[in-house]
């Protein structure tokens, strides 16, 4: 198993583009979200998935849209990016939607907004 | 006041040193508890879980203290391997898990 993959691993935006944060994980985990981490902040949770077809926003969700057309894969879209969206992005996932599950996190996306 | 609260450190203690950390939580409803390890610019990783009557893994021993909301992480005879960010991680209900900005800890030679 690979486990939970992301890509890209880093990425340099202007103000204004847009781009698409990929995150897949193969253990076919019911449960999937997404963190940004800053510095002396902790992980702050943006978007999550408790199954295909099912998101709901975090902590901090503005600026950021997700979607869940599979198990597999849980994409997180920065519409129109902002120098205040850069930060490292986690994207996690956990077998099923009980609160003591595990999460398992991928490597991370770096992103820097310009 | 933030929901989950750890001091930042950083922690500077020899090889085979004790070192504590505690997490404070404010929401006295919160129903699990977790420490999650994160190298430098890596992603964070399960450490252990921590349960109501305690519990201990190896050099590791998590408590929980659901009268003060606060949690512990006791690690001992440390290791240079040990030096990480130790993150205070606290489920309060439903899917949004809250993580502490975490501890950071440096053993030395």
């Known amino acids: 198993n690979a486990g939970v993959t992301q890509t890209p691993k880093f990425q340099v935006l202007k103000t204004g583009q847009s781009m698409t944060l990929q995150c897949a994980q193969d253990m076919n985990h019911e449960y999937m979200s997404w963190y940004r981490q800053d510095p002396g902040m902790g992980l702050r949770l943006i978007h999550y998935?408790?199954?295909?077809?099912?998101?709901d926003q975090g902590e901090v969700p503005n600026g950021y849209n997700v979607s869940r057309s599979t198990t597999e894969d849980f994409p997180l879209r920065l519409l129109s990016a902002a120098p205040s969206q850069t930060s490292v992005y986690f994207c996690?996932?956990?077998?099923?939607?009980?609160?003591?599950?595990?999460?398992?996190f991928g490597p991370g996306t770096r992103l820097l907004v310009l | 006041r933030k929901e989950v609260e750890q001091d930042p450190g950083p922690f500077n203690v020899p090889e085979g040193a004790t070192v504590a950390f505690n997490c404070t939580y404010s929401n006295s409803a919160s129903q699990s508890f977790f420490w999650y390890r994160q190298d430098c610019r890596k992603e964070p990783k399960l450490l252990m879980s921590?349960?109501?009557s305690g519990n201990e893994d190896g050099r590791f021993t998590a408590q929980l203290n659901r009268a003060s909301q606060y949690i512990s992480l006791l690690i001992r005879d440390s290791k240079l391997s040990d030096s990480a960010t130790y993150l205070c991680v606290v489920n309060p209900g439903g899917f949004k898990t809250i993580f502490g900005a975490g501890t950071r800890l440096f053993v030395k030679a």
């Open positions: 998935s408790v199954g295909a077809g099912i998101t």
């Open positions: 921590v349960y109501s």
């Open positions: 996690a996932s956990s077998p099923g939607q009980w609160e003591q599950e595990t999460q398992y």
